[in-house]
Protein backbone atom coordinates (compact mmCIF):
# COMPACT_ATOMS: atom_id res chain seq x y z
CA UNK A 1 0.00 0.00 0.00
CA UNK A 2 1.31 3.31 -0.95
CA UNK A 3 2.17 5.37 2.01
CA UNK A 4 0.73 8.96 2.18
CA UNK A 5 2.16 12.33 3.74
CA UNK A 6 -0.17 15.29 4.74
CA UNK A 7 1.96 18.45 4.03
CA UNK A 8 0.69 21.98 5.35
CA UNK A 9 3.18 24.43 6.37
CA UNK A 10 3.39 28.43 6.77
CA UNK A 11 6.86 28.49 6.77
CA UNK A 12 8.19 26.17 3.47
CA UNK A 13 11.66 26.29 4.68
CA UNK A 14 13.46 22.57 4.27
CA UNK A 15 10.05 21.54 2.40
CA UNK A 16 10.70 21.05 -0.61
CA UNK A 17 13.53 19.17 0.25
CA UNK A 18 11.50 16.45 2.04
CA UNK A 19 8.95 16.69 -0.20
CA UNK A 20 11.19 15.37 -3.01
CA UNK A 21 12.44 12.54 -0.75
CA UNK A 22 9.11 11.45 0.11
CA UNK A 23 8.18 11.09 -3.58
CA UNK A 24 11.75 9.45 -4.43
CA UNK A 25 10.63 6.94 -1.70
CA UNK A 26 7.30 6.51 -3.42
CA UNK A 27 5.25 8.23 -0.98
CA UNK A 28 1.97 10.31 -2.68
CA UNK A 29 2.10 13.92 -1.22
CA UNK A 30 -1.21 15.56 -0.05
CA UNK A 31 -1.38 19.04 0.42
CA UNK A 32 -3.73 22.62 1.35
CA UNK A 33 -3.58 25.76 0.12
CA UNK A 34 -0.49 27.57 -0.19
CA UNK A 35 1.92 24.40 0.14
CA UNK A 36 -0.12 22.55 -2.47
CA UNK A 37 1.00 25.71 -5.50
CA UNK A 38 4.34 25.73 -4.00
CA UNK A 39 4.93 21.80 -4.64
CA UNK A 40 3.22 22.05 -7.60
CA UNK A 41 5.17 25.45 -9.03
CA UNK A 42 8.74 22.87 -8.46
CA UNK A 43 7.29 19.74 -10.12
CA UNK A 44 5.87 17.83 -7.40
CA UNK A 45 2.52 16.79 -8.14
CA UNK A 46 1.01 16.78 -4.52
CA UNK A 47 -2.88 15.58 -4.44
CA UNK A 48 -4.90 19.06 -3.39
CA UNK A 49 -6.80 17.89 -0.09
CA UNK A 50 -10.38 18.90 -1.52
CA UNK A 51 -9.31 16.22 -4.05
CA UNK A 52 -9.67 13.67 -1.18
CA UNK A 53 -12.17 15.17 1.18
CA UNK A 54 -14.56 16.26 -1.73
CA UNK A 55 -15.22 19.18 -0.16
CA UNK A 56 -13.91 22.54 -1.04
CA UNK A 57 -12.26 25.01 1.11
CA UNK A 58 -14.38 27.62 2.92
CA UNK A 59 -14.67 30.55 5.09
CA UNK A 60 -11.93 32.17 3.59
CA UNK A 61 -9.88 28.63 4.25
CA UNK A 62 -10.60 28.42 7.79
CA UNK A 63 -12.47 25.25 6.82
CA UNK A 64 -9.62 22.74 4.76
CA UNK A 65 -8.99 19.56 6.96
CA UNK A 66 -11.29 19.47 9.51
CA UNK A 67 -13.18 16.57 7.64
CA UNK A 68 -13.40 12.64 8.39
CA UNK A 69 -11.48 11.54 5.63
CA UNK A 70 -8.40 13.28 6.73
CA UNK A 71 -8.45 12.81 10.61
CA UNK A 72 -9.76 8.79 10.18
CA UNK A 73 -6.60 8.62 7.83
CA UNK A 74 -4.52 9.73 10.87
CA UNK A 75 -6.00 8.62 13.72
CA UNK A 76 -7.10 4.76 12.61
CA UNK A 77 -4.89 2.21 14.50
CA UNK A 78 -3.39 0.23 12.14
CA UNK A 79 -3.55 -2.71 13.89
CA UNK A 80 -7.19 -2.59 14.73
CA UNK A 81 -9.44 -4.78 12.31
CA UNK A 82 -12.41 -2.68 13.47
CA UNK A 83 -10.70 0.48 12.42
CA UNK A 84 -9.29 -0.80 9.54
CA UNK A 85 -12.35 -2.16 8.40
CA UNK A 86 -14.23 1.43 8.88
CA UNK A 87 -11.96 2.87 6.69
CA UNK A 88 -11.88 0.92 3.96
CA UNK A 89 -15.87 0.59 4.14
CA UNK A 90 -16.30 4.35 4.34
CA UNK A 91 -13.18 4.38 1.60
CA UNK A 92 -10.69 6.60 3.83
CA UNK A 93 -7.00 5.64 2.79
CA UNK A 94 -4.74 6.10 5.75
CA UNK A 95 -1.94 9.22 6.13
CA UNK A 96 1.02 7.71 7.72
CA UNK A 97 3.09 11.28 8.15
CA UNK A 98 1.96 14.72 9.19
CA UNK A 99 4.37 17.79 8.38
CA UNK A 100 2.51 20.82 9.99
CA UNK A 101 3.75 24.61 11.02
CA UNK A 102 1.31 26.67 12.26
CA UNK A 103 0.57 29.98 11.37
CA UNK A 104 3.16 32.38 12.98
CA UNK A 105 1.22 34.01 16.03
CA UNK A 106 4.01 33.93 18.25
CA UNK A 107 5.49 36.56 15.54
CA UNK A 108 2.14 38.33 15.31
CA UNK A 109 0.43 38.95 18.55
CA UNK A 110 3.25 41.84 19.22
CA UNK A 111 2.73 43.91 16.20
CA UNK A 112 0.61 46.94 15.74
CA UNK A 113 -2.20 44.45 13.90
CA UNK A 114 -5.65 44.86 14.99
CA UNK A 115 -7.09 42.52 17.63
CA UNK A 116 -9.04 41.20 14.72
CA UNK A 117 -5.96 40.82 12.39
CA UNK A 118 -3.95 38.92 14.93
CA UNK A 119 -7.26 36.63 15.44
CA UNK A 120 -6.92 35.42 11.70
CA UNK A 121 -3.75 34.06 12.75
CA UNK A 122 -4.95 31.68 15.35
CA UNK A 123 -4.86 28.05 13.73
CA UNK A 124 -6.97 25.51 14.20
CA UNK A 125 -6.63 22.94 11.55
CA UNK A 126 -3.22 23.10 11.76
CA UNK A 127 -3.34 21.86 16.02
CA UNK A 128 -5.92 19.78 15.08
CA UNK A 129 -4.16 17.88 12.73
CA UNK A 130 -0.76 17.49 14.63
CA UNK A 131 -2.58 16.37 18.21
CA UNK A 132 -4.77 13.82 16.23
CA UNK A 133 -0.91 12.38 14.45
CA UNK A 134 0.87 12.97 17.88
CA UNK A 135 -1.57 10.61 19.80
CA UNK A 136 -1.84 8.13 16.68
CA UNK A 137 2.72 8.22 16.84
CA UNK A 138 2.66 4.09 16.88
CA UNK A 139 1.23 4.34 13.23
CA UNK A 140 2.46 7.85 12.39
CA UNK A 141 4.77 10.06 12.16
CA UNK A 142 4.19 13.60 12.60
CA UNK A 143 6.96 16.57 12.37
CA UNK A 144 6.21 20.50 13.49
CA UNK A 145 9.63 21.69 13.69
CA UNK A 146 11.69 22.29 10.36
CA UNK A 147 14.63 20.94 11.85
CA UNK A 148 13.79 17.40 12.52
CA UNK A 149 13.04 16.69 8.58
CA UNK A 150 16.42 15.66 8.24
CA UNK A 151 16.49 13.31 11.09
CA UNK A 152 13.90 11.93 9.45
CA UNK A 153 15.16 11.57 6.29
CA UNK A 154 18.29 10.50 7.63
CA UNK A 155 16.53 7.63 9.62
CA UNK A 156 14.36 6.35 6.56
CA UNK A 157 17.25 6.37 4.48
CA UNK A 158 19.26 4.09 6.73
CA UNK A 159 16.79 1.94 8.71
CA UNK A 160 13.94 2.12 5.89
CA UNK A 161 11.27 3.58 8.11
CA UNK A 162 11.06 5.91 11.27
CA UNK A 163 11.53 3.96 14.82
CA UNK A 164 8.82 4.08 17.80
CA UNK A 165 11.65 6.41 19.88
CA UNK A 166 11.96 8.82 17.15
CA UNK A 167 7.98 8.69 16.34
CA UNK A 168 7.36 9.51 20.41
CA UNK A 169 10.05 11.50 20.62
CA UNK A 170 8.42 13.87 18.15
CA UNK A 171 4.88 13.52 19.37
CA UNK A 172 6.13 14.79 22.71
CA UNK A 173 7.73 17.87 20.32
CA UNK A 174 4.61 18.59 19.15
CA UNK A 175 2.49 19.01 22.57
CA UNK A 176 4.83 20.87 24.31
CA UNK A 177 4.53 23.47 20.78
CA UNK A 178 0.84 23.38 20.90
CA UNK A 179 0.72 24.28 24.50
CA UNK A 180 2.62 26.80 24.50
CA UNK A 181 0.77 28.00 21.58
CA UNK A 182 -2.59 27.53 23.31
CA UNK A 183 -0.89 29.48 26.50
CA UNK A 184 -0.05 32.38 23.85
CA UNK A 185 -3.34 32.99 22.37
CA UNK A 186 -4.79 32.40 26.14
CA UNK A 187 -2.78 35.42 27.55
CA UNK A 188 -3.92 37.28 24.53
CA UNK A 189 -7.54 36.65 25.00
CA UNK A 190 -7.47 36.52 29.00
CA UNK A 191 -5.32 40.12 29.17
CA UNK A 192 -2.39 41.02 31.49
CA UNK A 193 -4.24 41.16 34.41
CA UNK A 194 -5.70 37.62 34.82
CA UNK A 195 -5.28 35.38 37.37
CA UNK A 196 -6.20 32.60 35.68
CA UNK A 197 -8.00 29.19 36.67
CA UNK A 198 -4.83 27.47 34.97
CA UNK A 199 -1.67 28.59 34.42
CA UNK A 200 -0.71 27.91 30.83
CA UNK A 201 2.25 30.66 30.17
CA UNK A 202 4.24 30.18 26.80
CA UNK A 203 8.30 30.84 26.88
CA UNK A 204 10.28 29.55 23.65
CA UNK A 205 13.98 28.42 24.58
CA UNK A 206 16.18 31.22 24.11
CA UNK A 207 19.69 29.36 24.41
CA UNK A 208 21.34 26.33 26.32
CA UNK A 209 22.75 27.60 29.28
CA UNK A 210 26.39 26.12 30.24
CA UNK A 211 25.09 25.30 33.46
CA UNK A 212 23.01 26.83 36.53
CA UNK A 213 23.59 28.87 40.03
CA UNK A 214 26.41 25.95 40.28
CA UNK A 215 27.92 23.76 37.99
CA UNK A 216 25.66 20.43 38.33
CA UNK A 217 22.83 21.84 37.37
CA UNK A 218 21.33 21.99 34.18
CA UNK A 219 19.86 25.20 32.70
CA UNK A 220 18.33 27.29 29.65
CA UNK A 221 17.28 30.43 29.34
CA UNK A 222 13.50 30.93 27.70
CA UNK A 223 11.61 34.46 26.69
CA UNK A 224 8.08 35.27 26.12
CA UNK A 225 6.48 34.44 23.28
CA UNK A 226 4.25 37.23 23.50
CA UNK A 227 4.06 40.00 25.46
CA UNK A 228 7.77 41.51 24.96
CA UNK A 229 9.77 42.36 28.22
CA UNK A 230 13.39 43.95 28.37
CA UNK A 231 15.15 40.68 28.02
CA UNK A 232 13.16 39.18 25.44
CA UNK A 233 15.37 40.02 22.60
CA UNK A 234 18.14 41.71 23.92
CA UNK A 235 21.48 41.90 21.59
CA UNK A 236 24.92 40.41 22.71
CA UNK A 237 27.56 42.88 20.97
CA UNK A 238 30.50 40.97 22.67
CA UNK A 239 31.99 38.85 25.23
CA UNK A 240 31.54 35.18 26.11
CA UNK A 241 28.29 33.48 26.56
CA UNK A 242 26.31 34.11 29.23
CA UNK A 243 25.23 31.99 32.24
CA UNK A 244 22.21 31.48 34.22
CA UNK A 245 23.25 33.83 37.28
CA UNK A 246 24.46 36.28 34.19
CA UNK A 247 20.60 36.92 33.34
CA UNK A 248 19.64 36.81 36.75
CA UNK A 249 21.31 39.39 37.74
CA UNK A 250 21.21 41.60 34.51
CA UNK A 251 17.32 41.38 35.05
CA UNK A 252 17.61 43.32 38.73
CA UNK A 253 20.04 46.18 37.57
CA UNK A 254 17.78 46.92 34.44
CA UNK A 255 15.31 47.08 36.62
CA UNK A 256 17.10 49.43 39.21
CA UNK A 257 17.85 51.95 36.66
CA UNK A 258 14.80 52.17 34.69
CA UNK A 259 13.38 53.69 37.44
CA UNK A 260 15.20 57.18 36.95
CA UNK A 261 14.55 59.38 33.85
CA UNK A 262 17.89 61.16 34.71
CA UNK A 263 21.60 59.73 33.89
CA UNK A 264 21.76 56.78 36.40
CA UNK A 265 24.38 53.46 37.18
CA UNK A 266 24.12 50.64 38.95
CA UNK A 267 26.42 48.09 40.27
CA UNK A 268 25.02 44.51 40.95
CA UNK A 269 26.74 41.92 42.85
CA UNK A 270 24.56 38.53 43.33
CA UNK A 271 21.51 40.10 42.57
CA UNK A 272 21.79 42.89 45.06
CA UNK A 273 22.59 46.28 44.45
CA UNK A 274 26.02 47.01 45.41
CA UNK A 275 26.40 50.93 44.71
CA UNK A 276 24.09 53.44 42.58
CA UNK A 277 24.25 56.65 41.29
CA UNK A 278 23.27 59.52 39.36
CA UNK A 279 25.56 61.58 36.80
CA UNK A 280 25.52 64.30 34.12
CA UNK A 281 26.48 61.39 31.76
CA UNK A 282 27.53 57.65 31.50
CA UNK A 283 31.30 58.54 32.74
CA UNK A 284 30.42 60.11 35.71
CA UNK A 285 27.30 57.79 36.96
CA UNK A 286 29.89 54.87 36.49
CA UNK A 287 32.61 56.73 38.83
CA UNK A 288 30.05 57.49 41.67
CA UNK A 289 28.58 54.08 41.15
CA UNK A 290 31.57 52.62 41.74
CA UNK A 291 32.96 54.76 44.78
CA UNK A 292 29.96 53.63 46.70
CA UNK A 293 31.61 50.21 46.99
CA UNK A 294 34.66 49.43 44.65
CA UNK A 295 35.16 46.29 46.62
CA UNK A 296 32.04 44.65 46.10
CA UNK A 297 31.83 45.93 42.33
CA UNK A 298 34.76 44.04 41.34
CA UNK A 299 33.41 40.80 39.14
CA UNK A 300 29.88 42.17 39.31
CA UNK A 301 27.51 43.73 36.68
CA UNK A 302 26.74 47.41 35.41
CA UNK A 303 23.77 48.91 34.07
CA UNK A 304 23.37 52.58 32.63
CA UNK A 305 19.93 53.91 31.13
CA UNK A 306 21.98 55.82 28.74
CA UNK A 307 24.33 55.72 25.61
CA UNK A 308 27.61 54.31 27.08
CA UNK A 309 30.35 56.70 25.56
CA UNK A 310 34.19 55.70 25.15
CA UNK A 311 35.01 57.90 29.01
CA UNK A 312 32.91 55.66 30.66
CA UNK A 313 34.02 52.72 29.01
CA UNK A 314 37.54 53.15 29.83
CA UNK A 315 36.70 53.83 33.54
CA UNK A 316 34.58 50.53 33.06
CA UNK A 317 37.95 48.33 32.10
CA UNK A 318 40.00 49.40 35.01
CA UNK A 319 38.35 46.80 36.91
CA UNK A 320 37.05 43.18 36.43
CA UNK A 321 33.21 43.16 35.03
CA UNK A 322 30.54 40.72 34.41
CA UNK A 323 28.29 42.33 31.97
CA UNK A 324 27.94 45.49 31.07
CA UNK A 325 24.06 46.39 29.62
CA UNK A 326 22.85 49.53 28.52
CA UNK A 327 20.35 51.03 25.51
CA UNK A 328 23.04 52.00 23.69
CA UNK A 329 26.75 52.43 22.98
CA UNK A 330 29.11 54.41 21.03
CA UNK A 331 31.58 53.35 18.46
CA UNK A 332 34.29 53.97 20.88
CA UNK A 333 32.81 52.69 23.84
CA UNK A 334 32.45 49.45 22.15
CA UNK A 335 36.10 49.04 20.92
CA UNK A 336 37.34 49.86 24.20
CA UNK A 337 34.77 47.65 26.40
CA UNK A 338 35.78 44.67 23.36
CA UNK A 339 39.67 44.83 24.77
CA UNK A 340 37.99 42.96 27.31
CA UNK A 341 37.27 39.84 25.46
CA UNK A 342 34.98 38.22 28.45
CA UNK A 343 33.44 41.42 29.56
CA UNK A 344 29.87 40.29 28.25
CA UNK A 345 28.12 43.91 26.10
CA UNK A 346 24.37 43.62 26.64
CA UNK A 347 22.38 46.28 24.32
CA UNK A 348 18.63 46.53 25.10
CA UNK A 349 16.53 49.08 24.84
CA UNK A 350 12.96 47.90 25.98
CA UNK A 351 11.89 49.01 29.48
CA UNK A 352 11.05 46.22 32.07
CA UNK A 353 7.44 45.31 31.58
CA UNK A 354 6.90 42.02 32.31
CA UNK A 355 2.91 42.00 34.53
CA UNK A 356 3.96 39.34 36.97
CA UNK A 357 6.06 38.00 39.24
CA UNK A 358 6.51 34.38 39.64
CA UNK A 359 8.73 32.24 42.59
CA UNK A 360 8.93 28.71 42.27
CA UNK A 361 7.86 26.50 45.41
CA UNK A 362 8.77 22.30 45.42
CA UNK A 363 5.43 21.54 44.27
CA UNK A 364 3.92 24.96 43.30
CA UNK A 365 4.46 28.59 41.73
CA UNK A 366 3.59 32.02 43.40
CA UNK A 367 2.26 34.40 41.19
CA UNK A 368 1.73 37.90 41.90
CA UNK A 369 1.50 41.06 40.40
CA UNK A 370 4.84 42.74 39.43
CA UNK A 371 5.90 45.54 42.11
CA UNK A 372 5.68 48.52 39.11
CA UNK A 373 4.25 50.79 41.26
CA UNK A 374 5.96 53.81 43.20
CA UNK A 375 4.36 55.90 45.86
CA UNK A 376 4.38 60.43 45.10
CA UNK A 377 1.61 60.86 48.08
CA UNK A 378 4.74 61.69 50.34
CA UNK A 379 3.62 62.70 53.93
CA UNK A 380 5.66 64.36 56.65
CA UNK A 381 4.72 63.01 60.03
CA UNK A 382 7.48 65.09 61.91
CA UNK A 383 7.34 68.56 62.82
CA UNK A 384 10.32 69.47 60.80
CA UNK A 385 10.29 69.13 57.00
CA UNK A 386 13.17 68.21 54.93
CA UNK A 387 14.51 70.79 52.32
CA UNK A 388 14.48 69.91 48.36
CA UNK A 389 17.78 68.82 48.30
CA UNK A 390 16.86 65.90 51.06
CA UNK A 391 13.43 65.00 49.24
CA UNK A 392 15.25 64.22 46.38
CA UNK A 393 17.77 62.12 48.03
CA UNK A 394 15.43 60.74 49.77
CA UNK A 395 13.71 59.77 46.39
CA UNK A 396 16.38 58.14 44.94
CA UNK A 397 16.69 55.80 48.21
CA UNK A 398 12.89 55.08 47.62
CA UNK A 399 13.65 53.62 44.10
CA UNK A 400 16.71 51.90 44.92
CA UNK A 401 15.54 50.08 48.43
CA UNK A 402 12.57 48.69 46.18
CA UNK A 403 14.98 46.66 44.69
CA UNK A 404 17.04 45.37 47.57
CA UNK A 405 16.34 42.13 49.43
CA UNK A 406 14.63 42.48 52.59
CA UNK A 407 15.09 43.35 55.02
CA UNK A 408 16.59 46.51 53.24
CA UNK A 409 18.00 50.03 54.12
CA UNK A 410 19.39 52.26 51.75
CA UNK A 411 21.53 55.23 52.97
CA UNK A 412 21.74 57.77 50.34
CA UNK A 413 23.96 61.29 49.91
CA UNK A 414 24.16 63.44 46.94
CA UNK A 415 21.95 60.96 44.33
CA UNK A 416 24.27 58.08 45.35
CA UNK A 417 23.63 55.11 47.35
CA UNK A 418 26.65 55.33 49.59
CA UNK A 419 25.65 52.18 51.76
CA UNK A 420 23.10 49.21 51.27
CA UNK A 421 22.00 46.61 54.11
CA UNK A 422 20.39 44.07 52.65
CA UNK A 423 18.73 40.23 53.41
CA UNK A 424 18.60 41.10 57.50
CA UNK A 425 16.66 39.20 59.99
CA UNK A 426 15.62 42.48 61.45
CA UNK A 427 15.62 46.00 60.77
CA UNK A 428 18.31 47.11 62.90
CA UNK A 429 20.72 45.24 61.54
CA UNK A 430 20.09 45.76 58.00
CA UNK A 431 20.10 50.01 59.16
CA UNK A 432 23.67 49.40 61.02
CA UNK A 433 24.89 47.46 57.90
CA UNK A 434 23.88 50.36 55.15
CA UNK A 435 25.00 53.28 57.69
CA UNK A 436 28.44 51.71 58.20
CA UNK A 437 29.09 51.06 55.06
CA UNK A 438 27.72 54.58 53.94
CA UNK A 439 30.18 56.42 56.24
CA UNK A 440 29.03 59.77 55.54
CA UNK A 441 25.16 59.15 53.97
CA UNK A 442 22.74 61.72 54.55
CA UNK A 443 19.17 60.54 54.24
CA UNK A 444 18.04 56.55 54.78
CA UNK A 445 15.22 55.05 53.44
CA UNK A 446 13.59 51.97 54.02
CA UNK A 447 11.56 48.87 52.18
CA UNK A 448 9.16 48.55 55.35
CA UNK A 449 7.86 50.25 58.64
CA UNK A 450 10.07 50.45 61.41
CA UNK A 451 8.11 48.41 64.33
CA UNK A 452 10.58 50.15 66.90
CA UNK A 453 12.12 53.28 67.33
CA UNK A 454 15.25 51.82 67.56
CA UNK A 455 16.22 53.03 63.92
CA UNK A 456 15.64 56.13 64.50
CA UNK A 457 17.98 56.19 67.52
CA UNK A 458 20.61 54.95 65.37
CA UNK A 459 19.69 57.68 62.74
CA UNK A 460 20.24 60.06 64.95
CA UNK A 461 23.69 59.00 66.61
CA UNK A 462 24.85 58.44 62.87
CA UNK A 463 24.21 62.07 61.60
CA UNK A 464 21.28 60.65 59.39
CA UNK A 465 19.61 64.38 58.46
CA UNK A 466 15.61 62.51 57.16
CA UNK A 467 14.49 59.64 57.04
CA UNK A 468 11.50 57.84 54.35
CA UNK A 469 9.39 55.10 55.17
CA UNK A 470 5.87 53.17 54.11
CA UNK A 471 4.79 53.88 57.95
CA UNK A 472 2.24 51.39 59.01
CA UNK A 473 3.33 50.11 62.09
CA UNK A 474 1.26 50.16 65.12
CA UNK A 475 3.89 51.69 66.68
CA UNK A 476 4.31 54.41 63.94
CA UNK A 477 3.95 57.33 67.31
CA UNK A 478 7.47 55.73 68.90
CA UNK A 479 9.87 56.80 65.90
CA UNK A 480 7.51 59.91 65.00
CA UNK A 481 8.44 61.22 68.54
CA UNK A 482 11.95 60.03 68.56
CA UNK A 483 12.19 61.85 65.38
CA UNK A 484 10.86 64.76 66.75
CA UNK A 485 12.79 64.74 69.65
CA UNK A 486 16.01 64.53 67.62
CA UNK A 487 14.88 67.06 65.17
CA UNK A 488 15.17 64.46 62.14
CA UNK A 489 12.10 64.96 59.15
CA UNK A 490 10.77 61.77 58.03
CA UNK A 491 8.22 61.20 55.50
CA UNK A 492 5.74 58.36 55.09
CA UNK A 493 4.96 57.31 51.78
CA UNK A 494 2.03 54.74 52.56
CA UNK A 495 3.35 51.80 50.51
CA UNK A 496 6.01 49.47 51.16
CA UNK A 497 7.92 47.18 48.81
CA UNK A 498 9.24 43.92 50.73
CA UNK A 499 11.65 41.53 47.79
CA UNK A 500 12.24 38.82 50.09
Known amino acids: MMKRALISVYKKDGILELATFLKSKGWEIISTGGTFRYLSEHGLSPLEVSAITGAKEMLDGRVKTLNPVIHGGILAIRDNEEHMTT ?87 VFNLTSAYDGAISQFLLGREEMPAFLNGSYAKNMDLRYGENPHQKAAF ?16 GGKELSFNNIRDMDVAWKIVNEFDQMVCCGLKHSTPCGVALGRDAAEAYKRAYDCDPVSIFGGIVAINGE ?45 SDPLDVVKVDGGILIQDADLSFSNDYKVVTDTTPDDSLKEDLVFGQKVVKHVKSNAIVVVKEGKATGIGTGQTNRIWAAQQAIERAGDGTVLASDAFFPFDDVVTLCAEKGIRAIIQPGGSIRDEDSIKACNAKGIPMIFTGMRHFKH
Not at 145 to 157: L, S
Not at 222 to 237: E, H, I, S
Open 308 to 352: VTEEAAQEMIKTFLEIVVAPSFTQGALETLRKKKNLRIIQTTAKP
Open 87 to 173: LQNEGIGTIDMVVVNLYPFFDEVDTDKSFEEKVEFIDIGGPTMLRSASKNFQDVTVLCHTEDYETVMKEMESEGDVSYETRKELAGK
Open 222 to 237: YTNTWGGGAFADFKQL
